[in-house]
């Protein structure tokens, strides 16, 4: 009979599945901010003062108990930690996967692959440029196509005016929705709740309508700036 | 049928391998794959030619080891295993690109035929039931759910046969592990055993180099017994729970 080689390191929380749940665990915490800061950014529609005075409530809400801006650094440091904590998995993972197969095949034939199930690494990896210009634009005000007035309204109008600006922010939400569209699946996969074929529809049901509402609902800014609606 | 065949010839894990092209004619339809390979063995044979080397045992679907990518399919394009296959889901005059398995965890031993011993640690590893030997329990006194009996038998019928890995742009053999973890966590004699078992078991397939799941679903569709996706989402389930018991 042949030997079982000892594994050195036993530790479930060390499996690659365990990566995979940290992923997913992560990826909710980004799907329940991308749903709240989408709500934000819509006040765009309620005109200037709307706006300007949301941005301005995120920042003293829980005062005096919290600072000023408490809040939204609390919510900064749960994002980032987030990240990290995604991205090191997903790229843990992809040099994994590329380990796992150095000889390639000469002929391969997909069957069953979605477009954005294969587009996940480099589509998140485009989510992670384009957070990081996001950052640049609108939080630290390093990039200002347009605008820097100290008005967050008129930034945003400002920038978007420009028809390169609006064409990243499309370009990062359609990469988002395919992201989003994969990745809710994925994440309910992942975390084990999806074991009968109606749980597996509903999951790929709700990636989509997830993927629509997220990205459709963040795109109808830049789209509604450039038609001359929101000015 | 006149057929073009491209086949992956080494010689030995150490050769370099590769492609090499083969004409051959007088192939009935009713031919199963592996038929097909020993007529154009026979012709090798003649020709003094080493035959090309294959793994095959049962020639019924179940045995599981008729490993090979067909045009870039595990099994080719049907949902059955190599033998199984027949010679008329292919056409006349086409070329039939032929390659084993790729997976680092399944390294090639010569031509076609792969070391596929990595399954056999992972089921060493945990899957299994522990059970005394002695006379035979009363089948009765144990009873299993009717729901849950039908699962399990359903993802028992796994043959090991590496499709699964072979079809994943991962090299992740969850399909095969998630059919385990199911067949057994389902039932009540793989109670006692089950969180050693799923965190033992995901230990050795990391251990082996398998890589990681991305719930891409290739899996399933080239595997030949069609175990469905629901077994990864199972696996994980139960992988959670032994981390939260402290595995
Ligand atoms: C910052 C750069 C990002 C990178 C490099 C990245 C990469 C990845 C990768 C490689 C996966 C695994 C794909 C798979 O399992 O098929 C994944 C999963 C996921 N991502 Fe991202 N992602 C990023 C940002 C985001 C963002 C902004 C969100 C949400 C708004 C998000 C939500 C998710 C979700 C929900 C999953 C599913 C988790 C799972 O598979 O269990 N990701 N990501
Ligand atoms: S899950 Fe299917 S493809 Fe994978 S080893 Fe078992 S029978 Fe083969
Ligand atoms: S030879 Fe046994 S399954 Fe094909």
Redesign the interface.
Known sequence: M?T??A???????R???????LMALSGLIFIGYVLAHMYGNLKAFSGQEAFDSYAEHLRTIGEPLLPYSGLLWIIRIVLLVALAVHVYAAYT?WA??G????????????????WS??T?RWGGTALLLFIVFHILHFTLRVVTPGSNSDSPYERLVGSFEIWWVSAIYLVAMAALAMHLR?GT??A??????????S??RNANLLGYLLAVVIAGGYSLIPVFVLAGVIS | MNLTLKIWRQQNPADKGGLKTYELGGVSEDMSFLEMLDVLNEQLNETGEEPVAFDHDCREGICGSCALMIDGQAHGPEVTTTCQLHMRSFKDGQTITIEPWRADAFPVIKDLVTDRSAFDRIIQAGGYISANTGSAPEANSVPAPRDKATRAFNVATCIGCGACVAACPNGSASLFLGAKITHLGELPQGQPERDGRVASMVAQHDAEGFGGCTNIGECTAACPKEIPLDVISQLNKDLRTAIRHGH
Do not use: E, F
């Open positions: 042949a079982v080689t594994v050195k390191n036993k530790r479930s929380s499996s690659t599945i365990a990566l995979k749940l993972l994994r996967a380990k796992a197969r150095t000889t390639k095949y000469a002929v391969t034939k997909r069957v069953n692959s979605t199930s294969k996940m994969h699946w994925s309910a996969q992942t975390l084990g709740l999806t074991n009968t074929a749980a597996r």
